[in-house]
């Protein structure tokens, strides 16, 4: 393949991409499942004129990191703090645990049912089935109200974190003990005082720093941040959100020596660029990681019926526990916050990241298949009929 055509393929995926999301705006589907399918058809073109090609599952875990940092960095950067929405935090961290871990419970009740194998086996592979998708439901909670977007920012952005922080805990101890909840508690403790010192560190470097190229050294030091803390299997997508609540709020801070150490002239204006920056980095990133998984899934996967039957279960199982969860302990309205709960590029990475001798045959990538597409096709159905709710609540004759 020449360099012109490398090129070609990789600004016409970008284009696509584009041209999706103005589609997606349009019917309500999320723009990531038309790149999904796009990957797809593209495999079954490159195998039936017999091109060769590569093996593009390596570069997926790096590309999925990638999109994550910048999605939740973005959706943190519109996130604005203040005393009365102590309320939604705790709103939504609880439902972000909560739905976490009986999702998991009954998950790992389905696949051991269907699989046989150990419990903690099975409780291991339930973990990317069970998380929300914040690369699909921020950008899918765009066309609701303020108060409801922020509560998906939030309960995806946990719930990103959550299921990482649970990963990082089931793969490393295969007992939980008293020890290994030590352990876990101490890692959080270390977290912590790591985003602090990192929040600080870095608004500091932006104000400092006089050269022309600026955000992109301040992006390239978060993933560099995340990556150094992930290898000590810290779950550092904890600093990264705080890192992007901390530049949205820093002006919040009335402290004398804060203002005059790290606040200046034009940072709202800088705020903007680098909020703008990271949108269409991430825009990039999800674009080439969803057609990547597209294009290097088997499809002939979602063929066996038990695959198909397992994701139904799956399926029912995060539609029941949410819809209780909001029904009786939230006690929220139910669209469109029942059917925001899209699995995607987390669940992806998740699973990729499962050492092989934990992983069991059957929950493969056609059941990834099956429940991202499932349930971004119930939330894009969900998003129509609560569109059409608002519309009748509002006219004029209602």
Known sequence: MSTYTTLIILSGLVIFSYLFDLIASKIKLPSVLLLLFLGIGIKQLVGYF???TY???????????????LIVFEGSLELKYSREKNSIIKKTFFSALIILL???????????????????????NSIPFCVVSSSIAIPSSAGINKQKREFIIYESSFSDILAIILFNFAISNTQFDVPAFASLGLELLVIILFAATSCVFLLYLIG???????????????????????????????????????????????L????KNFLYPGYSFELKQLFQLSAESAFVMRTFFFVVFGFSMDVYQIQNWTILATGGAILIAIYIIRFLYIRFISKIDLLPELVLVPRGLISILLYYNLPKELRIKGIETGLLFVVVLGTSVIMSLGLLLSKKEVAAKTSPDA
Do not use: E, M
Request: aromatic share 16%; net charge positive.
């Open 208 to 254: 400092r720093i006089t050269h022309h190229i600026k955000f992109f050294l301040i992006i390239s030091l978060i993933i560099l941040v995340y990556a150094i803390g992930q290898s000590y299997h810290l779950s550092a997508l904890i600093v990264v959100l705080s890192f992007g609540l901390f530049l949205n709020n820093a002006d919040q801070i009335n």
């Open 50 to 52: 017999g091109f060769k």
């Open 102 to 124: 009986l999702t998991c419970a009954s998950i790992t009740a389905i696949i051991y049912y269907i699989t046989r194998q150990g419990i903690y086996q099975c409780f291991v």
């Open 256 to 259: 004398p020596w804060f203002r």
């Open 55 to 69: 093996d593009f599952s390596l570069i997926l875990p790096a590309l999925g990191t990638l999109g994550l940092i």
